[in-house]
């Protein structure tokens, strides 16, 4: 194991979060605050409860994923997009590293800014509305799984990117709706039961409900599938990065 | 003992299917300064990127010190440092730090008495605090030099390193190269610049069309595809060469007044006693002469033109 490479990878992916914080950090904060007092209380007091929770409350551990999700996507493919585009990647690739060391550093820097984001958004959460936590260390499964397997989502974005456009149509076009339509907002079961049975094909919802579940004990889906289906989008990124990296795709000519 | 970098049967193609390299045959001893020297376009690059691990090979074989590049690539990578032909614009990281993340990314525990030996060599220990972007383009290239030695390699690629650099961070460039010969290190330059393996390299390769010319020790290609001349200024300028001088290969120039005789190094006599005897005998006088020696320029004009 390379641990110096790792490290190396890390520690410079992290020092360019720190130089670009208010980008990092606090445009994630002010958007949920945004939906905070447009979602909650604009159109929370008219929505009172959603199965027993406060509307506000409700919305919370959506909003956090919708937020780590988008904010993984786009830390993890700009931080391999970023060196393929200036031409400073041929360092790593001539370096003495196995594609887990080059994924460790770079998904691992990813991840973790996208931990403390949700963190501090939840903590902003809590300035506005109760929010209890039902099962603490299922929450943060759920919510580490979810941001490694996003960062490593990214990452193949970035790698398969030819341009910038690439880089942000992807997100747009199919990170958005599919977490707009993942239940942020609202419980499937408010569905008409047509959209119910097409929402069960949005991995989003299984996300979104099984962290919503450690929060509050309710869910769209059972818990375990949710669980499963996490596990299954993480494995499936791990298995493209592997042949991504055993064939140099668009990596190595 | 083994070649520090041996190569063989090295085939490349590129996605689009031309071919770079032709069965590329190269081996590089340890301790050698050795000079690709090839047109725009001859594979150049290419080479020295399957070497490193940038670029894939299609076919063959590549050895560094006896480890093949692809079942052992982390003992050949860590050995080897790349400073590359294109300039990628580092970001806003200072000097210092993106120094330190090369010598990490190649495995090696922090060093700060190495970057700080390396800043210094290259005139940039009092830009170690600032971002690289700030730099101009010869500090950015003294910066992607000191990042390669930030990890102490053993081999050195210098891919095009003086290609529009001025003559300060040339000298600076050529003292790193020596200091590095003196330690034990091998370096491996390619230039189309023949001055600069002129100067600088034990050992010659030419490649032309992704084929390895010739290879030879510097000297003796220079010696042995060498042509000499030697200039006579006469005391009085001459119409003609007079025919008893026939036998010999000689110009007239510069109004009659230079006689040039060229002549091989390769042959047993070159002739000069004979000419100076007949010179005489035809009552040529003259107050001055000098010989020349091709440049290792001639001599790679002369093989890349050959086909
Ligand atoms: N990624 C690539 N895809 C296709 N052709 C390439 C690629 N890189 C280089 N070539 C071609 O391979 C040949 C050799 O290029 P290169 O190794 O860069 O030459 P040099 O460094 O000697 O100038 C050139 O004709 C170049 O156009
Ligand atoms: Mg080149």
Redesign the pocket.
């Known amino acids: 194991m390379n641990f110096h490479a790792i490290k190396a990878i890390y520690r410079y992916e992290m020092a360019r979060m720190f130089r670009t914080a208010v980008q990092s950090i606090v445009a994630p904060v002010l958007s949920t605050s945004l939906y905070f007092v447009i979602f909650g209380s604009a159109i929370g007091s008219r929505i009172t409860e959603i199965d027993g929770v406060s509307y506000g409350s409700f919305i919370v551990p959506g909003l956090i994923m919708l937020s780590i999700m988008t904010e993984s996507i786009s830390n993890s493919s700009f931080a391999i997009y970023f060196p393929k585009f200036t031409g400073t990647i041929f360092e790593v690739l001539s370096a003495p590293v196995s594609y887990g060391e080059v994924i460790l550093g770079y998904v691992g820097a990813a991840a973790t800014k996208s931990v403390i984001i949700g963190a501090i958004i939840l903590a902003t959460a809590s300035l506005f509305v109760d929010i209890q936590i039902a099962h603490p260390f299922v929450m943060i499964t759920f919510l580490l799984l979810t941001c490694i397997s996003f960062c490593l989502f990214g990452f193949i974005l970035g790698i398969w990117a030819t341009g910038w456009e690439k880089l942000t149509i992807v997100p747009i076009l199919i990170i958005m709706p599919l977490t707009f339509l993942g239940g942020t907002f609202y419980s499937i079961s408010m569905l008409p039961p047509a959209w119910q049975t097409i929402s069960l094909f949005n991995p989003v919802v299984y996300l979104i409900s099984g962290f919503r579940w450690s929060f509050y004990e309710n869910a769209d889906v059972a818990v375990g599938l949710s669980l499963g289906i996490t596990v299954g989008f993480l494995l499936a990124c791990l298995l493209v990065v592997r042949w991504i990296f055993k064939t140099g795709y668009r990596l190595r ?1 | 003992m083994t070649a520090m970098i041996s190569i063989s049967g090295l085939n490349k193609h ?3 299917g ?1 071919q ?1 390299l032709k069965d590329v045959d190269l081996e590089i001893q340890r301790g050698e300064i050795f000079a690709l020297l ?10 020295i ?1 399957i070497v490193c691990g940038i ?1 894939n090979g299609t076919s063959g074989e590549v050895l560094v010190d006896g480890h093949n590049i692809d079942g052992d690539y982390r003992v050949t990578r860590s050995r080897i440092g790349l400073v590359p ?1 294109e300039l990628p614009t580092e970001s806003f990281e200072t000097v210092w730090n993106t120094c330190r993340f090369s010598r990490g990314l190649f495995g090696k525990p922090p060093g700060p008495q190495q970057i700080e030996k390396v800043l210094r060599s290259l005139s940039l220990w009092d830009k170690k605090d600032t971002p690289c972007m700030e730099l101009s383009g010869g500090m950015k290239r003294r910066v992607l030099i000191a990042k390669a030695l930030a990890h102490e390699p053993e081999v050195l690629f210098l ?2 390193p003086t290609a529009g650099v001025d003559v300060e961070l040339r000298q600076d460039m050529w003292n790193v190269v020596a200091a590095l010969r003196d330690e034990g290190a091998t370096v491996i330059l ?1 230039t189309h610049y023949i001055e600069e393996a002129e100067q600088l390299a034990d050992r010659v390769g030419v ?1 032309n069309n ?1 084929e390895i010319i010739l290879t030879e020790d510097k000297t003796r290609l220079m010696h042995e595809l060498g042509k000499k001349e030697l200039v006579l200024h006469l005391s009085e300028t001459l119409a003609a060469i007079p025919a008893s001088l026939s036998d010999f290969s000689l110009e007239l120039g510069n109004s009659g007044r230079d006689l040039t005789y060229s002549y091989d190094t390769k042959q047993e006599s070159t002739g000069i006693t004979a000419l100076l005897k007949e010179l005489q005998a035809a009552g040529l006088h003259f107050n001055d002469l000098q010989t020349s020696q091709s440049s290792l320029e001639d001599i790679f004009v002369d093989l890349v033109n050959r086909d």
């Open positions: 000519s | 590129y996605a689009g031309f770079a090839g047109p725009n376009g001859a594979g150049k690059t290419t080479l990127n670029v032909q891919d095009e390619t490649i992704g």
